[in-house]
């Protein structure tokens, strides 16, 4: 935290909050990565209601405005075909690392996994992702362009992975091409943003808007267990409007795969962790 950036959050103006806990939740606030503006609104929101809260402690206050904020996203499949998820970022963003864990969660419920790995120039990555994938029980195919993606083969499985390249212009290429196949045979992604969550806020900031003309419509925070400010890519998510659906830590452990909802949102603004 910035040396007088508590400061910028007074709680001279909650008249009605006892003023030691008042500065213990900002100094959480700022501490774990929320901007001193997100601080503001929440500690408004702690006074509000406050007032017909007689006794409640402002970081119970707090956690309830925090969680309101972040409800848990639901995500549908869509009708007549398998639940496809476009797990987009840019490179480095622990997007692979994402694929490894929904595969092995979804594989450990008995559910019928296919992946599509597009293909990186230069990058041996899809090989060996596409091998360890057929060691689990999943079927894993390496494309360019999406239309040679087996879309009739993978409408018989339960979920399909788009694991992208981090190349936005070819990512959106080979969605286009999954979603425009002619007699009926063709696959709508839910497109995904994968962001780091131990980026420097400029650089998710930068990210968001580089997977803009993909037109993601939720986001998924990865590498937590590595972020010193890991409220900052919620609060960067917020202000794109983006909801979050899933938080990651830790590396390649499936357990470590959390459905993002109220009372997660508030442990990391309040605890600077995944409780």
């Not at 599509?116 to 899809?126: A, D, F, I, R, T």
């Given at each position: 935290?910035?040396?007088?950036?508590?400061?910028?959050?007074p709680p001279s103006s909650l008249g009605t909050v006892p003023a030691a806990p008042v500065r213990e939740l900002a100094r959480r606030?700022?501490?774990?990565?929320?901007?001193?503006?997100?601080?503001?609104?929440?500690?408004?929101?702690?006074?509000?209601?406050?007032?017909?809260?007689?006794?409640?402690?402002?970081?119970?206050?707090?956690?309830?405005?925090?969680?309101?904020?972040?409800?848990?996203?639901?995500?549908?499949?869509?009708?007549?075909?398998?639940?496809?998820?476009?797990?987009?970022?840019?490179?480095?963003?622990?997007?692979?690392?994402?694929?490894?864990?929904?595969?092995?969660?979804?594989?450990?419920?008995?559910?019928?996994?296919?992946?599509?790995?597009?293909?990186?120039?230069?990058?041996?990555?899809?090989?060996?992702?596409?091998?360890?994938?057929?060691?689990?029980?999943?079927?894993?195919?390496?494309?360019?362009?999406?239309?040679?993606?087996?879309?009739?083969?993978?409408?018989?499985?339960?979920?399909?992975?788009?694991?992208?390249?981090?190349?936005?212009?070819?990512?959106?290429?080979?969605?286009?091409?999954?979603?425009?196949?002619?007699?009926?045979?063709?696959?709508?992604?839910?497109?995904?943003?994968?962001?780091?969550?131990?980026?420097?806020?400029?650089?998710?900031?930068?990210?968001?808007?580089?997977?803009?003309?993909?037109?993601?419509?939720?986001?998924?925070?990865?590498?937590?267990?590595?972020?010193?400010?890991?409220?900052?890519?919620?609060?960067?998510?917020?202000?794109?409007?983006?909801?979050?659906?899933?938080?990651?830590?830790?590396?390649?452990?499936?357990?470590?795969?959390?459905?993002?909802?109220?009372?997660?949102?508030?442990?990391?603004?309040?605890?600077?962790?995944?409780?």
């Amino acid at each position: 935290m910035k040396p007088g950036l508590l400061k910028e959050v007074p709680p001279s103006s909650l008249g009605t909050v006892p003023a030691a806990p008042v500065r213990e939740l900002a100094r959480r606030l700022l501490a774990h990565g929320a901007s001193p503006a997100f601080a503001r609104r929440i500690m408004a929101r702690v006074e509000h209601l406050a007032r017909t809260r007689d006794g409640a402690h402002p970081l119970d206050l707090a956690a309830e405005a925090i969680g309101n904020r972040f409800p848990r996203v639901v995500l549908r499949p869509a009708p007549g075909g398998p639940q496809t998820l476009a797990l987009l970022g840019a490179r480095g963003s622990g997007r692979s690392a994402l694929v490894r864990k929904l595969a092995l969660r979804l594989r450990g419920s008995g559910r019928r996994v296919s992946v599509l790995l597009v293909n990186q120039p230069g990058s041996s990555k899809p090989e060996w992702l596409a091998t360890w994938l057929g060691e689990i029980g999943a079927a894993a195919w390496i494309v360019t362009t999406g239309r040679e993606a087996p879309v009739r083969t993978l409408q018989r499985h339960d979920v399909v992975l788009v694991d992208g390249c981090g190349d936005v212009a070819r990512d959106g290429a080979v969605l286009d091409a999954l979603a425009s196949r002619g007699g009926g045979v063709r696959l709508d992604a839910i497109r995904i943003a994968v962001l780091a969550g131990d980026g420097a806020p400029e650089r998710m900031r930068a990210d968001v808007r580089a997977l803009r003309p993909l037109a993601p419509v939720c986001a998924v925070l990865t590498r937590l267990d590595l972020a010193q400010a890991p409220a900052a890519g919620l609060e960067i998510a917020a202000d794109a409007k983006l909801p979050v659906a899933f938080l990651c830590d830790g590396a390649r452990d499936e357990r470590h795969l959390h459905r993002l909802d109220p009372d997660r949102a508030s442990d990391v603004f309040l605890k600077g962790r995944i409780a």
